[in-house]
């Protein structure tokens, strides 16, 4: 009541808060790392899965054998050419014919060059080993005299094929071409043989400064490294010069 008339206040409605935009932002917020800890957390599990398949991948090779690898590489090579033959068969083709028309060039003189390196020298490992590849040596140089044979036989007539009764021994004469040959192939191993060697050969002149082996070789090694420093005291007591 103001001024002897009435008054009525008209209540206005309440404005927005502050408050509320920032509690969405949070929300916001709050998703945001809800949803990035999720993918987080199934990162995790991925990379666990993935890490016990590897285990368990690991597992299995390491009580396979040792050359499983180069085993399954040729079962599987030796299938493929099982199949590959019952087809040429098939077909009526020959499969050694097939096969070579698949070789190029490239590979046929690999292939040769690993043939001819088939037997190589590695020096000296033992003795059995040794006499082993010279045998395989002497057979590969065996070349078959068809004419010389023929006359063996034709001399020797039936002590060409001996029986329990048959007296040979010492009838046999070497040709001049098998000697030849024999005495070629000694020199060569001879020669060969001076290669691999490492005994040095013995001077009868050289000064005798050494009480055995051992010592020797031990002078040996001062001279070669403090000889050219120590040259001129050792002659001054050769002389007996020496201060």
Sequence with gaps: ???????????????????EPAESLASQKREARLRKFRELHFKRNEARKLNHQEVVEEDKRLKLPTNWEAKKARLEWELAESEKKKECAARGEDY????????????AERWERKKKKKNPDTGFAGYAEAQ????QRLTKQIRPDLEGYEKLREESGEDFYPTSNSLIHGTHVPTKEGIDRMVEDVEKQ????????????YNDDADIDYINERNAKFNKKAERFYGKYTAEIKQNL??????
């Design 96 to 107: 050694n014919r097939v096969k070579l028309l698949e070789i190029t060039a490239d590979d």
């Design 132 to 135: 082993f590849r010279q045998y």
């Design 1 to 19: 009541f103001v001024d002897g008339h009435d008054c009525i206040h008209l209540q206005e409605p309440a404005a927005v808060t502050e408050d």
């Design 238 to 243: 050769e002389r007996g010069t020496a201060v």
């Design 190 to 201: 001879i020669e060969k043989r001076a290669k691999y060697s490492r005994r040095r050969a």
